[in-house]
């Protein structure tokens, strides 16, 4: 079972960057696919972006086309959610997520899909 935790989320001006980072421990964590999701106040929780565990990503949100970019560095366990020209309507709590499978370009933009889930980390973008 691997657990998760996300780092690097903060309070940031518009058009600024962030990089968050999902580190995995627990598991063989290049043996899971990952995503981000984030939640914004008085919403439901949306998907953002996702990656298999051989690299390939699925098409990233609308909102966030262009702007973010999903990694992983399966040698250090981490995943990495890069946040470009940052928008107030980006303000939200990031999740990072995971679940096992053996296939290598396998991903989701379900959110039940995933098993684990980190606390998440939260996002502020001011105008």
């Known amino acids: 079972q691997v657990q998760l935790v996300e780092s690097g989320g903060g309070f940031v001006q518009a058009g600024d960057s962030l990089r968050l980072s999902c580190a995995a421990s627990?598991?063989?964590?290049?043996?899971?696919?990952s995503g981000w999701f984030r939640q914004a106040p008085g919403k439901v929780r949306e998907f953002v972006a996702a990656?298999?565990?051989?690299?390939?990503?699925?098409p990233y949100a609308d909102s966030v086309k262009g702007r973010f970019t999903i990694s992983r560095d399966n040698a250090k366990n981490t995943v990495y959610l890069q946040m470009n020209s940052l928008k107030p309507e980006d303000t939200a709590v990031y999740y990072c997520?995971?679940?096992?499978?053996?296939?290598?370009?396998?991903?989701?933009?379900?959110?039940?899909?995933?098993?684990?889930w980190g606390q998440g980390t939260q996002v502020t973008v001011s105008a």
């Open positions: 627990g598991g063989t964590f290049s043996r899971y696919a």
């Open positions: 997520a995971a679940f096992l499978t053996t296939y290598d370009y396998t991903y989701s933009v379900r959110e039940g899909t995933y098993d684990y």
């Open positions: 990656i298999s565990w051989a690299g390939a990503h699925a």
